[in-house]
């Protein structure tokens, strides 16, 4: 078993949920919990393992496709977006401009993904139609999935955020393995 199957159907969802765990998951979200004294570092930590493991797959699946100069930005750029939001206090009484900026990158970073996962997928999606249309009904899924829980808790909750990062570091994954083989067929 590769460290990277490891850090995707172990690491990410132990980490996340273990810290998470205790909390209120409908009426508090990771920004709350990571700012909290005992969480900072834990925080920082989730932030590192999370984006580095997207980054990396990311920039493998991305690195076999044609023409990639896009996808390879949006990639970039959700990185960057996220360790902002990391690094970024979300304390609203003290610091509310910063609150209001860790809100908004954070909320970048997560739309990036999203694009640049849909740009992934329906390129691969229009090279091979068959073998790709679970990963663009799984995509679509998530995003169903995440959009019923925001409404359903009028907020971006931990709920949210967990199914968010796990559904996507699991489907990252399968798509990565997917990839791997094919990826020297198209050059």
Not at 39 to 44: E, P, Y
Not at 105 to 114: E, N, T, V, Y
Not at 118 to 129: A, D, G, P, T, V
């Amino acid at each position: 078993m590769s460290l990277l199957t490891i850090t995707a159907y172990f690491i990410i969802p132990i980490y996340t949920i273990l810290f998470a765990w205790g909390t209120d998951w409908f009426n508090v979200n990771f920004s709350v919990l990571g700012n909290l004294a005992d969480r900072k570092n834990l925080f920082l930590l989730w932030g590192v393992i999370v984006g580095t493991y997207f980054y990396y797959v990311l920039k493998q699946i991305i690195g076999g496709l044609p023409r990639n100069k896009k996808e390879t930005l949006v990639s970039t750029s959700a990185l960057l977006l996220l360790a902002l939001a990391v690094v970024t206090p979300y304390l609203p009484d003290s610091q509310p401009i910063h609150a209001v900026l860790h809100v908004v990158l954070s909320f970048l970073a997560s739309i990036s993904l999203l694009v640049c996962l849909y740009m992934i997928i329906w390129k691969l999606y229009c090279m091979n139609q068959e073998v790709y249309r679970p990963y663009l009904h799984c995509l679509l899924m998530i995003t169903a999935v995440s959009a019923f829980l925001f409404f359903l808790t009028g907020i971006v909750s931990t709920v949210l955020e967990i199914f968010f990062t796990l559904s996507c570091t699991i489907m990252l994954q399968k798509l990565y393995r997917r990839n791997r083989v094919p990826k020297i067929l198209w050059r």
